[in-house]
């Protein structure tokens, strides 16, 4: 049976996880060549150096293999929430109470104004109230941003935004109509797979439409140095109260 009846119906997922197994022998075989260039290269240094040349290049011979075999294995772990073998929401969730609990920030999981698209979570602290979604697109998508309008690849990501940027709204309106306290929600997007083009000053976020997209492990530092109003303790007990019995559990 030709190749392509074989893939024929298979998901992007599944046909990136039968070309990684297919191209095994051909990355070991890379892999060897390019420690044997580290080999070549630390006898090279060794006689330069006086150094052992054979254990000199034994040693960068087994330090390139190995930092060609983890680059290979980064690559392929980070598709794995797109691939659907993890879980999104569960990743971005241990970083945020990793690094925000202690600094008096509350994370609640899988919120959402009855009748509204649910958020994954929703973060309380001091220096303000945040939603973060979770997405992942495929690993050659381009996520950027031109003349202010967000990009998905070749097509655009207004209707992404724009929903987010509205989930926002009605979720303020409501803890801030229960609790009594007035707050403006940040949304931001933790992007677990695709290629975020970064602007020219090197940050690690693409910010278009309203919505902020990052890495996950960049979302409580984004959340730490960009405050969007000051809470005190019990301001942050009451929004937290709040949202907990208002708000629509997601399961």
């Known amino acids: 049976m030709p190749q392509t009846d074989r893939l024929h119906g298979l998901s992007p997922q599944v046909m990136y996880e039968q ?9 070991w075989k ?30 960068l011979g087994l330090l390139v293999g190995a930092a060609d075999a983890a680059a290979a294995w980064w690559s392929y772990r980070s598709t794995a929430v797109w691939r659907g073998r993890r879980r999104g929401e569960t990743i971005t969730a241990r970083l945020l109470r990793r690094r925000l609990g202690r600094r008096g920030y ?20 001091p220096g303000g109230v945040w939603i973060v979604d979770n997405e992942s697109w495929d690993p050659d998508t381009e996520i ?12 655009y990501g207004s209707k992404e935004a724009a929903a987010l940027v509205g989930v926002a709204g009605a979720l303020a309106e409501v803890l801030g109509r229960e609790s009594g306290i007035p707050v403006t929600i940040e949304p931001l997007i933790a992007v677990h797979c ?8 090197r940050r690690r976020t693409v910010t278009a439409e309203g919505v902020t997209l990052l890495r996950p492990r960049h979302a409580a530092s984004w959340i730490l140095g960009a405050p969007r109003q000051e809470l005190d303790e019990s301001q942050v007990e009451v929004l937290t109260r709040t949202a907990a019995r208002v708000l629509r559990r997601m399961g």
Do not use: C, N
């Open 106 to 125: 509350q994370v609640l999981g899988g919120r959402a104004v009855p009748g509204q698209a649910s958020v994954d979570h929703l973060v309380i602290g």
């Open 144 to 155: 950027a941003t031109y003349g202010g309008r967000l990009f998905l690849g070749e097509k």
């Open 19 to 27: 070309f990684w197994r297919k191209e095994a022998k051909e990355r």
């Open 194 to 201: 695709g290629r975020l083009v970064h602007a020219r000053d």
């Open 30 to 59: 890379m892999r060897g060549l390019k420690a044997a260039a580290g080999l070549a290269a630390g006898v090279a240094l060794g006689y330069r150096f006086a150094w052992p040349p054979v254990l000199s290049g034994i040693v």
